[in-house]
């Protein structure tokens, strides 16, 4: 099967408090969306909430041209999550592991 576009969606996943959830958001958009627009291959990405009981779960999605531009970004584990120090004292938690799929059909363009 052939993608309509060759790319590779990165996705993991964390939990914070409704406050936590506020900075990560903030980190996300003012910090991270900015160096990862310097990046080459880098297509986009999304930050992702849901309401849990008493916790918020964050899902990142970022979008990449190739294998090799996400280990320009991730380095050789390209499965291993890159979360910053500033990013992980927002987080409760988040996964240690990164997921990547082939984007087949691109309906946001």
Do not use: K, N
Not at 49 to 74: G, K
Not at 100 to 105: E, I, N, P, Q, T
């Amino acid at each position: 099967m052939t993608a309509e576009r060759d790319m590779i969606v990165r996705t993991w996943c964390a939990t914070a408090t409704d406050a936590g959830a506020q900075e990560y958001h903030r980190y996300f958009a003012g910090t991270l969306l900015p160096q990862l627009r310097d990046l080459p291959g880098f297509v986009g990405g999304y930050l992702l909430s849901r309401d849990l009981d008493s916790t918020v779960e964050l899902t990142v999605h970022t979008f990449w041209e190739s294998p090799a531009a996400i280990r320009a970004f991730a380095g050789d584990d390209t499965t291993a999550s890159v979360v910053e120090p500033e990013a992980q004292a927002a987080l409760l938690d988040y996964d240690r592991t990164a997921i990547h799929r082939s984007v087949l059909v691109d309906a946001c363009r």
